[in-house]
T-cell receptor, first 117, second 113 residues
């Protein structure tokens, strides 16, 4: 059974510092991995989706890397701003589940980020 | 303006009552999902539907029921059999295709007392 872990659960940094968020998963047979942002009391916003064949994906100040063999993904946010304060969740999509029963995501518990001005 | 809508944003019910949460999408997506989120935790899958008139149980389906009579709509009923119904409920949808990327609605916070 796939398990996804995000450590640390919470992180506080001064404005301007780069953020490094970690995600680890136990089963390397993934189809792809998604990083989401969640503001308090809101739904999830998709930030980046990285396919199992990719090593990294970039969007603006965000960069996600994927090392499937070691079961790890890292989300980098450059030059953090107070507006980046939110909870960041990673979720993996199983390669086996895609074929057998469709699109099932397994989520980590999230990392709550506070960027101090 | 395409997207997923969930209503209401906040819902309060007395213990023992069934309650139905609404989810509508105009993205023309075939698949829809219901997740539950508890404080400080990730999302857990309740039910999902890949096509109209068909749905499957997720990891925590006990005490919940769904229907999928229209492509655009996937309502979730929280029954009195659900032992701990107070939570944040999120609906999502996805197109079947290369990435299967899921898009989420704004959520409904249900409080049962």
């Amino acid at each position: 059974k796939q398990e996804v872990t995000q450590i640390p659960a919470a992180l506080s940094v001064p404005e301007g510092e780069n953020l490094v968020l970690n995600c680890s998963f136990t089963d390397s047979a993934i189809y792809n991995l998604q990083w989401f942002r969640q503001d308090p009391g809101k739904g999830l916003t998709s930030l980046l989706l990285i396919q199992s064949s990719q090593r990294e994906q970039t969007s603006g100040r965000l960069n996600a890397s994927l090392d499937k063999s070691s079961g790890r993904s890292t989300l980098y946010i450059a030059a953090s701003q107070p507006g980046d304060s939110a909870t960041y969740l990673c979720a993996v999509r199983s390669a086996i589940m895609i074929k057998a029963a469709g699109n099932k995501l397994t989520f980590g518990g999230g990392t709550r980020v506070l960027v101090k001005p | 303006d395409g997207g997923i809508t969930q209503s209401p944003k906040y819902l309060f019910r007395k213990e023992g009552q069934n309650v139905t949460l609404s989810c509508e999408q105009n993205l023309n997506h075939d698949a829809m999902y219901w997740y539950r989120q508890d404080p400080g935790q990730g999302l857990r899958l309740i039910y999902y539907s890949q096509i109209v008139n068909d749905f499957q149980k997720g990891d925590i389906a006990e005490g919940y029921s769904v229907s999928r009579e229209k492509k655009e709509s996937f309502p979730l009923t929280v029954t009195s059999a659900q032992k701990n119904p107070t939570a944040f409920y999120l609906c999502a949808s996805s197109a079947q295709g290369t990435s299967y990327e899921q898009y989420f609605g704004p959520g409904t916070r249900l409080t049962v007392t």
